[in-house]
T-cell receptor, first 116, second 113 residues
Framework: GAGVSQSPSNKVTEKGKDVELRCDPI?????LYWYRQSLGQGLEFLIY????????KSGLPSDRFSAERTGGSVSTLTIQRTQQEDSAVYLC??????????????FGEGSWLTVV | LAKTTQPISMDSYEGQEVNITCSHN???????ITWYQQFPSQGPRFIIQ???TKVTNEVASLFIPADRKSSTLSLPRVSLSDTAVYYC??????????????FGKGTKLSVIP
């Protein structure tokens, strides 16, 4: 596609339910990132996939959060037993390679999650 | 703890030049510095990227001193549509020697008519 695509764009879920957020990166991009942004706050790193390497999961806030990337393309971020503090925008981004060697990172428009 | 530092907010009148500085003491040797713009309810958008000295494009300029411990985004003659949050992005070495891609906390720029 032309850009990073995320779905759903908006999700309201009840506390305790599981949610899945999907990211479709730009075709051919080997690097994929997930960030979280709470209302009025900055970007919080969650997880990073680079090609076939083991993902960098150092930003995941708890074991309720997990992500996978199938076939080096589409990624799914899963939040189990959602809590109200999980309410935020979840942003996915991709880049052609290692982003800070001159490659540009491109963001999707985000998935807005509200836990009630 | 490796981190970046930006001013939380800035105000400017239309037509003025705006300079936003990001401090990044522990920047990784070979990494570039990138700046993003974010409007409400949208994902961040790439503005400019550089490694050292000065870079200019149709939107902004980026000034990076020789020690690369800071960078300054310069927006010439801002307009109301430049009201947004601006983030710097760098790779930083933490105290334990590990590397982490780190966004600044963002600078909210308000352009006043």
């Amino acid at each position: 596609g032309a850009g990073v695509s995320q779905s759903p764009s908006n999700k309201v879920t009840e506390k305790g339910k599981d949610v899945e957020l999907r990211c479709d990166p730009i075709s051919g991009h080997t690097a994929l990132y997930w960030y979280r942004q709470s209302l009025g706050q900055g970007l919080e790193f969650l997880i990073y996939f680079q090609g076939n390497s083991a993902p960098d999961k150092s930003g995941l806030p708890s074991d309720r959060f997990s992500a996978e990337r199938t076939g080096g393309s589409v990624s799914t971020l899963t939040i189990q037993r959602t809590q109200q503090e999980d309410s935020a925008v979840y942003l996915c981004a991709s880049s052609p390679g290692r982003v800070l060697s001159g490659n540009t990172i491109y963001f999707g428009e985000g998935s807005w999650l509200t836990v009630v | 703890l490796a981190k970046t530092t930006q001013p939380i907010s800035m105000d400017s009148y239309e037509g003025q030049e705006v300079n936003i500085t990001c401090s990044h003491n522990n920047i990784a040797t070979n990494d570039y510095i990138t700046w993003y713009q974010q409007f409400p309810s949208q994902g961040p958008r790439f503005i400019i990227q550089g490694y050292k000295t000065k870079v200019t494009n149709e939107v902004a300029s980026l000034f990076i001193p020789a020690d690369r411990k800071s960078s300054t985004l310069s927006l010439p003659r801002v307009s109301l549509s430049d009201t947004a949050v601006y983030y710097c992005l760098v790779g930083l070495y933490s105290g334990a020697g590990s590397y982490q891609l780190t966004f600044g906390k963002g600078t909210k720029l308000s352009v006043i008519p």
